[in-house]
């Protein structure tokens, strides 16, 4: 069997086949390790493979529920290389991790597991989830299954890719300015930020502890909510997890309500810089909800601008401290050193890349004493007004409407000469982010066969109308989910 | 020779008691503990592990900064003190920093019978760090090794204002933390083990306006040390300056068996420990009423308590001292009151007979088989005369090693006591009868045969006569006889 079948498949689609036997879990997963096979020679979205993920699926297989299949039972799932799997590699994308294998669960693989869910493998990343396009990963860069010598985006470009490639129908990504909407939007997948604290960071490496959110990534609407029910709610292991129950689909408004609420379009977000193919395809969209009778507004995040510089004092700042861990005593790579520091220095010096080290470098600055004020505490203030911005806005409107990133898939190498337009690919996903507020990143069409994303963003713990607008545009626009020609290994 | 003037802050840092560590579930009953058997991944720092805080940690910094009567901070942040080291998992520790819990406090104590006052700067929450193991089993020559136990587990750091001005004043400020942190239940204060830290400043100056260069001591490992290194750090700056030298501000380690310090190795730059407001726990703030509720818990402290003793019971300075160090034991002299209202007889039995037995087991009267029931019972035969002093030193050590009481051991050991003083009167005036030789002596102007005398009656009553009511006895008999 091969995964062509499953182009257009939902989960409730594969629960029915294994409910009326015409298929097995372990055909399942053969289908997909098949095409793992077939084709990450070319995309390179796995950075290591579940050598349980058969057994699991004899043991699935030989214990088919009578009732309700829990929701994810039997589906395969890639989960990105920087949360933590037993018994599994969690490498970052970092040679400091090559061979870190973590001795627990994070909180989510937990839950997936409880759900049925079968691992298929970690999912290349950039190194510590710092980079928007996936070559930043010590192991090689992963390729947009849309074009070979273009990126998938980044940080989570493993995961979008092996989505849009079919090499998985379900994934997990990580947030922290962008990362898992922009190479959602890159390849032509669902890919929702969660509020912050919506779901437990516990097992989640750390980049940026304010803003780090995993996020369910899916080749449909439907499958990512699925994904949410299962992942997201309240956990004791992680003191900034909000204290509320998983999401419920439930709270997902009826399509007659969605059509009554109102769309608010921030200026800043079409301004120039912008690829003006992309805002046309956004526009459109627009005009598709006013003409179904969705009311949209203009509205003004004015903080925009400095939202991008403000990201990249606080994250940074985290990131150095977060990453103090990495020093060849505990685990990971070790330096070779005659003096303890001789060893730290040998140890980071190898283990790290130019854009950890760069980051790292750029955090301990702005956290040291006669910089802090001028930098950290600067940042800080600028995010406050930045989450401001969105409350204000969002007090006129049930969504913001934009395109996730002001740029089409970029070529492979085209902006590593430069970190600055490097970070420039995120400008869209980063305010968000430091608002802390949920958005989701959905296809709505391709120009020269590269997927355009649209960015749907919404107020704290409304994921309910991000999903249910997310529903409506997805039937409205009759999209399909994404299939691209790629060359198989004879 | 000129005079100098010394001016000495503490640091002091205490092992919480809490039961398990300040972020995850591990135990903190890591004494004895093989290297590594009380981690998980929150306190070995491991990548996506995440701190939660233990709640009675905070209560019990608070109650040490209530106690201590600081000003409570209404917000908790914790703070992140960056730095590398191998005890150190994370690359940085969770402490306080612009927000600790408790401010501007102050402690009163006795030092040489005057009564002193510290002010406390300021009193926050951090984790311990783990400890480098430098020899031991699978640990290869010239390696060190990091045992993780201690890991995580909570302090609380109480911080002076520079108001100590000798090492008897340090010293004594410390007795009095060590016995307050005790009798809140926040710590049990023991230096040797290490549950109680000591860093000191020290600074001496030619005059008395200006401070001098501070240095600051680490490494005392009991209250001894801490005396003894500001002892020697005193005469060392002393003696610098007295030959026209200047004292480098620097950090020395107290080497304990050569009786000196030393200046630490390593660059003496400042370290930036680039403190920023730890993401992973957010900022908590404290309620009044749970502030309230916590005052409500705390016992009365060891200075009150030393005063109301002096003045409840008429105790002196030195013996209300000795009896309220200790809650326990303050408590176990409280309840013999209750049953035997002799404040002064029962605080004389405690601070030689019960002590004596105390240090010679080298237990704590909380460990001791003795109650305060059972030492009234025994006080009060001794004041009712039934029997002697002696003997019931003998039967106190009796029951401090097996927890019985006076009368069962009185019937075990087959003892019948003299009780009645007609009948020791009967003896004596036997014994008066039976030497005539020595009472002629005695009252010759021979006092040793009064004591021949006494120890003949003692003999007739095979020791069991209190030698004082013999003496007395003796003494009537042989005066009437004239």
Not at chain 1, 203 to 212: E, I, K, P, R, T
Not at chain 1, 461 to 468: M, N, R, S
Request: charged share 25%; hydrophobic share 35%.
């Amino acid at each position: 069997m091969t995964v062509d079948v499953f182009r257009e498949f939902r989960i409730r689609d594969y629960h029915e086949r294994l409910r009326k036997k015409e298929l097995s879990v372990g055909e399942l997963l053969e289908a997909f390790l098949g095409r793992i096979q077939n084709v990450d020679t070319q995309i390179r979205a796995f950075l290591s493979l579940n050598e349980e993920a058969r057994a699991q699926a004899r043991e699935l297989q030989e214990n088919v529920p009578e009732g309700v299949f829990p929701p994810l039972w039997g589906i395969p799932i890639a989960i990105k290389d920087n949360i933590c799997t037993e018994n599994l590699p969690t490498t970052c994308g970092s040679r400091i991790l090559e061979n870190f294998v973590a001795p627990y669960d994070a909180t989510v693989i937990e839950k997936l597991k409880k759900a049925g869910a079968i691992i298929l493998g970690k999912t290349n990343m950039d190194e510590f989830a710092m980079g928007s396009s996936t070559e930043n990963s010590a192991f090689g860069p992963t390729r947009n299954p849309f074009d070979l010598r273009r990126v998938p985006g980044g940080s989570s470009g493993g995961s979008a890719a092996a989505l849009a490639a079919l090499e998985a129908p379900l994934a997990l990504g990580s947030d922290t300015g962008g990362s898992v909407r922009q190479p959602a939007s890159f390849c032509g997948v669902v890919g929702l930020r969660p509020t912050y604290g919506r779901v437990s960071r516990y097992g989640l490496v750390s980049f940026a502890s304010s803003l780090d959110q995993i996020g369910p990534m899916a080749r449909n609407v439907e499958d990512c909510i699925t994904l949410f029910e299962v992942i997201s709610g309240s956990d004791d292991r992680d003191s900034t997890c909000a204290p509320y129950p998983p999401f419920s689909r439930q709270d997902i408004p009826p399509e007659r309500e969605i059509r009554k609420m109102k769309v608010g379009v921030p200026r800043e977000y079409f301004a120039s810089g912008v690829d003006e193919a992309i805002v046309k395809k956004v526009q459109e969209i627009l005009d598709l909800l006013e003409r179904e009778g969705l009311e949209c507004v203009e509205v003004s995040l004015p903080h925009t601008d400095c939202a991008l510089e403000a990201y990249y004092i606080v994250a940074p700042a985290e990131a150095s401290s977060n990453l103090a861990r990495y020093d060849g005593v505990l685990y990971g790579l070790r330096g070779e050193g005659s003096t303890l520091q001789e060893m730290y220095f040998q140890t980071r010096t190898r283990g790290f890349g130019k854009e950890v080290k760069r980051r790292i470098i750029l955090g301990t600055y702005s956290l040291s004493s006669g910089y802090y004020d001028d930098y950290y505490l600067k940042g800080m203030k600028v995010r406050t007004l930045v989450r401001r911005d969105f409350e204000e806005a969002l007090e006129m409107c049930h969504f913001l409407i934009t395109p996730v990133s002001p740029c089409f898939p970029f070529f492979l190498g085209e902006r590593t000469a430069s970190p600055y337009q490097m970070y420039l690919a995120d400008v869209f996903t980063i305010p968000s982010a430091m608002a802390g507020i949920p958005g989701i990143s959905m296809n709505c069409g391709y120009v020269d066969g590269l997927p355009v994303g649209l960015q749907i963003l919404s107020g704290p713990f409304k994921e309910g109308w991000l999903f249910g607008l997310a529903l409506f545009l997805e039937k409205a626009l009759s999209l399909v989910s994404p299939f691209p020609r790629l060359p198989e290994r004879s | 020779m000129a005079e100098f003037y010394v001016t000495i802050g503490l640091e002091v840092h205490c092992q919480l008691l809490t039961k398990s560590k300040m972020f995850c579930r591990c135990g903190t009953d890591y004494i004895g503990k093989a290297p590594n058997t009380l981690v998980c991944p929150v306190c070995m720092g491991l990548p996506g592990s995440l701190p939660v805080l233990n709640t009675r940690a905070l209560e019990l910094a608070i109650k040490t900064a209530l106690a201590l009567r600081c000003e409570i901070l209404s917000q908790v942040v914790f703070h992140r003190k960056n730095y590398f080291y191998p005890d150190l998992p994370k690359g940085y520790q969770i402490s306080q920093y612009n927000f600790p819990i408790g401010i501007n406090g102050e402690v009163k104590f006795f030092s040489q019978g005057v009564q002193k006052s510290v002010r406390i700067k300021r009193v926050h929450v951090e984790e311990d760090a783990g400890k480098l193991v430098h020899e031991g089993p699978g640990l290869p020559p010239n390696s060190s090794g990091v045992d993780f136990n201690r890991c995580g587990i909570p302090l609380v750091e109480i911080v002076t204002e520079p108001d100590l001005h000798s090492p008897e004043e340090a010293r004594d400020y410390l007795v009095m933390l060590r016995s307050m942190v005790r009798y809140i239940g926040a710590s049990d204060g023991n230096m040797e083990e290490g549950s109680l830290r000591c860093d000191a400043n020290i600074s001496v100056s030619p005059s008395l306006q200006e401070l001098g260069t501070k240095v600051e001591v680490k490494n005392m490992n009991s209250f001894r040390s801490v005396f003894r290194a500001l002892c020697y750090e005193i005469e060392r700056q002393r003696t610098i300056l007295e030959k026209g030298g200047t004292v480098i501000q620097e950090t020395r380690h107290w080497d304990e068996r050569e009786g000196v310090t030393v200046a630490a190795r390593g660059k003496e730059e400042a370290e930036d420990y680039r403190y920023f407001p730890d993401p992973d726990l957010l900022p908590i703030s404290i309620e009044k009423e749970q502030l309230q509720e916590i005052e409500k818990t705390l016992p009365e402290l060891p200075l009150e308590r030393k005063e109301r003793f002096m003045m409840e019971y008429e105790l002196t300075e030195g013996e209300a001292g000795v009896l309220t160090q200790e809650k326990d034991t303050a408590d176990f002299f409280e309840a013999c009151l209750k049953e035997f209202h002799k404040p002064r007889l029962i605080c004389n039995w405690m601070l030689t007979e019960v002590l004596k037995n105390l240090n010679e087991l080298n237990i704590a009267i909380s460990e001791s088989k003795v109650t305060p029931e059972a030492l009234v019972e025994l006080i009060r035969m001794v004041d009712k005369k039934e029997i002697s002093g002696t003997i019931a030193k003998g039967i106190l050590e009796e029951m401090f090693a097996t927890g019985g009481r006076v009368r069962e051991i009185i019937a075990r050991k087959g003892i019948s006591f003299i009780t009645s003083e007609r009948e020791l009167e009967k003896i004596a005036r036997e014994a008066i009868e039976k030497n005539p030789q020595s009472v002629a002596d005695y009252l010759s102007g021979k006092e040793k045969a009064l004591h021949f005398l006494i120890g003949q009656v003692m003999k007739m009553t095979r020791g069991q006569a209190d030698p004082e009511m013999v003496k007395n006895l003796l003494l009537k008999e042989l005066s009437s006889g004239e």
